[in-house]
């Protein structure tokens, strides 16, 4: 080798042994470098979004298809005062100006003519089918109408209960969430859009003034700056030296301009969501870090984060130190109960926002679920009714036997003959004296019905009684029905079959 070619060599390792010496020198003065990092940590986390709560959600309304089910199932006489056709909407309509009317009637009345307008559309109703005509008039529309009813007042109780409740708390993180933690972070409302202008204050008289907790404005990003800002004799990177700035002033210094070299550093920290959880750990991290540190020569113990000086005030200017005096909001060392409000206190109000929220949200997907439940029951009441027959038709389909004079044997006699027609009962004779039918007579039918309704209780009783009292197939007839063990009152029958109806429509609930 030759000689220069050696000394080259040589010169060029003794460079880079110092410059590994000096890399090694300042790295080695980043006594904060743990504590700042958490301060970034909590940083980055109230920057983050929130996750699970959405301030944009709108309050709780009744299930879309309440109203036009409400008014398919009610009666006639009260469906007839709404136009079914959007064209021709009464906006003016004389209930509105009758005496006593509530002030919201008018809108009242256009939301049933709303419902109206659906109910009467067949692609707009569950199952796409209507209600067969007057079959909301009868009793198994009444039925329907009382678990209507019930339903609707289940539903209105929880979109009450949400909106009056719950709900103000999920608005909280749209407004006052976001003040509270811009506050704390940076002194700002808003978040920074700079690093150049992310932390508003001044220093005060001296650096042992401004770094104390309760100094104002009290900020996380100044405390940043307490930790690794440094000034005149001050010549080691106490947060290494990507993020270590410089104070020109400690008297009256702008401190964002300090802090403008640690804020690109504390947004490399890791994201994290922006949850209650998320920002309580990161507070808690950063106040775990605090410790005491006596006076030298002094009996005097204060609290502080980072390094302080080892001589002389706890956070004044000293080569190597940086620190934030947490000392004021020691209970224990407080001459009268501590009410002074700091970024601790801020972020410990943003969090219970958060959480309010958080829990706010989780009651409405409650609440919406159970919305869609009664929706969905309200839905399969009406799909069942559409399936229905009224009140009438089913009384005149159990009427229609026409009861012969021989018994329970062929009925083809009466029914050819006008004679054996006349004789029996409920018949009447449709045609000429040799050709015609045996028909129903109505008239018969419904007086014999309305009598065992509305006569004496005794009466019907006592036709009850009559049809019991006979014991074969045979003799069971005269308003008797033979149920296949027994006989009995064929009107008995008749309510039983209704109870029936009543009975598996209400267990769809």
Known sequence: MKPETKA????AALLNVALVHKVSATEDDAVNLADLDAICQL????????????PASSELAMPCNFDKINMSLS????RNKFTTDASKRNNDTEFCKAPGSEPNFKQQWTKWESAAIAAAKTNEMPGKKLLPAGISNGPVGMAARLQMTALVAEATKVVSDYNSGPHKNLQKPGSELATKLNGALFGKQTKPTSAADACEGAAAASRETTC?????PSTVCRAAVFLCAKKGVQTKDTCGSAATGTIANWNNAKL???YQTIHPKCLQAKSRSLTAANLRAALTNV???????PHSGSNSVVAVLGTPTNQGANCATSDGAGCLDFTDLVASKAARKITTNTWISEIEEAATILEQAEDAMKLRTQAVQRLEALDAKAQAIYTQLTEEQPQSIVSSKTDRHVPSPHGDKAVGSENNNKKNCEKAEKCKWQGTETEGKCIVDESKVTTQGSTAGTGAAAGTNTEGKKCSEKKTEGECEDGCKWNGKECKDSSILVEKQFALMVSAFVSIL
């Open 212 to 216: 104390k907790i309760t100094a104002t």
């Open 43 to 54: 940083i980055e986390t109230g920057l983050g979004s929130t996750t699970g709560v959405d």
């Open 8 to 11: 080259l060599l040589m010169l």
């Open 256 to 258: 964002k301009t300090a």
């Open 75 to 78: 009666l006639t006489s009260w």
């Open 287 to 293: 106040l775990s870090r605090i410790k005491t540190h």
